[in-house]
């Protein structure tokens, strides 16, 4: 059964710094893996959806990298501004169709 | 660009009333999704539908749910008799594909059960 964690909870940073927000997960056997963003009480928007046979995958300031074996992938985000400030979410397959979904990364860049 | 759309954005109802949230997922995509965020938790998967029928369900969706595609446009999730613990936000998700494809989600309905 796919389970999906990341880590930290919440992360806090000054403008301008880059940063790396974690996502593990259990069953390895994936087709690919995406990343979204959600603003507080709107919906998701996917951020990059990374194919199993890739390592990395950027978009803008944004890059994604997937570990298959260790059952890890990253999200860089590069020279953070406020406006990024949002709960980053990561979803892996659930051994068909679902995603399974972590509990997200909260973030916020202050000024 | 293209986008899925759901209404209403909030629905308020009583405990043991029918609700129907809609949804019109991207006009060339053959996949749709439910999915829920009760607040504070993960979001967990309702019920995938391909070919006018139930592909996957999970335990959650009971005979209390069903999910329907009345036309060529929108996709509907019923419950039928709602109870406190339906109160979540609810989100409908469409892929244009099933393996290697994005899904793309809809702003979502927040349902509160009183």
Redesign the interface.
């Known amino acids: 059964k796919q389970e999906v964690t990341q880590i930290p909870a919440a992360l806090s940073v000054p403008e301008g710094e880059n940063l790396v927000l974690n996502c593990s997960f259990t069953d390895s056997a994936i087709?690919?893996l995406?990343w979204?963003r959600q603003d507080p009480?709107?919906?998701?928007?996917?951020l990059l959806?990374i194919?199993s046979s890739q390592r990395e995958q950027t978009s803008g300031r944004l890059n994604a990298s997937l570990d298959k074996s260790s059952g890890r992938s990253t999200l860089y985000i590069a020279a953070s501004q406020p406006g990024d400030s949002a709960t980053y979410?990561c979803?892996a397959?659930?051994g068909?169709?679902?995603?399974?979904?972590?509990?997200?990364t909260k973030l916020t860049v202050n000024p | 660009e293209p986008e899925v759309t759901?209404t209403p954005s909030h629905q308020v109802t009583q405990m043991g009333q029918e609700v129907i949230l809609r949804c019109v997922p991207i006009s060339n995509h053959l996949?749709f999704?439910w999915?829920r965020q009760i607040l504070g938790?993960?979001?967990?998967?309702l019920v995938?539908f391909?070919n006018n029928e139930i592909?996957?369900k999970?335990e959650i969706f009971d005979d209390q749910f069903s999910v329907e595609r009345p036309d060529g446009s929108n996709f509907t999730l019923k419950i039928r008799s709602t109870k406190l613990e339906d109160s979540a936000m609810y989100?409908c998700?469409s892929s244009g594909g099933?393996?290697?494809?994005?899904?793309?989600?809809?702003?979502?309905t927040?349902l509160s059960i009183l």
């Not at chain 1, 009480?41 to 996917?46: F, Q, Y």
């Not at chain 2, 099933?98 to 979502?108: E, I, L, N, V, Y």
């Open positions: 087709y690919n995406q979204f009480g709107k919906g998701l928007t996917s959806l194919q979410l979803a397959p659930g068909s169709e679902k995603l399974v979904f972590g509990k997200g | 759901q996949y999704y999915y938790q993960k979001v967990e998967f995938s391909y592909s996957e999970s989100f998700a099933q393996t290697h494809r994005p899904q793309h989600f809809g702003d979502g927040r």
